[in-house]
């Protein structure tokens, strides 16, 4: 088996495009760093000061403003500030562990279009290129072949992974410093901010980034084996990607309405959003969504399996 796994390992970086997605997230890193230092600014320095001006001036603007107008955003800004300041939070100041979470974690998905178009042309391609009577002429089981091509897909998906993190983790340092791994910061959600660990948080998003990278490379992975043009899997696979968050907003929106809606997939796609809340679709829980995405799995694998199994190779 592991010489099965070696071999497609092989096929996959004899491809120079393997290697060239490799270096695409390098440079997103290097281009990320510049853009992201553009745009944050210096550090100021009397951020204290800052900000108390800032609430003097805000509490001003308040107090004369006739009472029929709306000065929520104004009193929203105020605590904002207060926030920052009874936490000792400089507001400007920007380590490696800012720029892991919010750039580093953002680039993932340029790591889940390239595993997508990998695992949608690895099987796809044998057909496309007739290679496929060579390959299940071996004194190999089916399964085994298919099987190796998969963990191989999956291999390949943790190399650009650890590509972008270890490329964006120097940049980091580069452009801001080793910084502080338990520093304090305010995260923004939908219900306002939260507090939390800089170093903790990015750990957190990798982590439920995970089964949402391994169940798109599945769905992909399953497309090829259902398509003998490589052209059709890989573009069905990018459509799917690009699609389902789409999907899963108009969702969301469903199952406020219908219950059935909270359990199809494109919602449970994106878990990095429990990182900044504990529950979607009202009252789905991370365990919930990994139930959900687990019973899809299983059923995407057996079907991936049996048809590949049953599939006629003639060309």
Sequence with gaps: MMGLIQNEMIKIFEKRASWIYM???????????????????????????????????????ITSTPADQDTTWLEDQIKQNERFLEKDINPTAKTNWHFMNDVVIGVTMLVTLFSVIVASAVVAAEFSDGTVKQLLIRPHKRWKILLSKYVAVLLYALLLMATLFVSGFIVGILFYG???????????????????????????????????????????FMLSTLFKSQAVAVGIGIFVLFVSSTLGGLIIMLAEKYTWAKFLIFPHLDLTVFALQDKILQNITLAGSLSILAIYYIVFMIATFVYFQKRDVSI
């Design 23 to 61: 270096a695409i997230l390098v440079v997103a890193m290097v281009i990320g760093g510049f853009i992201y230092q553009r745009v944050n600014g210096e550090v100021d320095e009397n951020w204290r000061e800052n900000l108390e001006m800032q609430n003097a001036q805000y509490q001003h603007e």
């Design 178 to 220: 080793l910084g502080d791994f338990q520093a304090p910061f305010f995260e923004y959600t939908l219900e306002g901010q939260k507090e939390a660990i800089l170093g903790t948080q990015f750990l957190l998003k990798t982590a439920y980034y995970l089964p949402s990278l391994l169940m798109i490379t599945t769905i992909s």
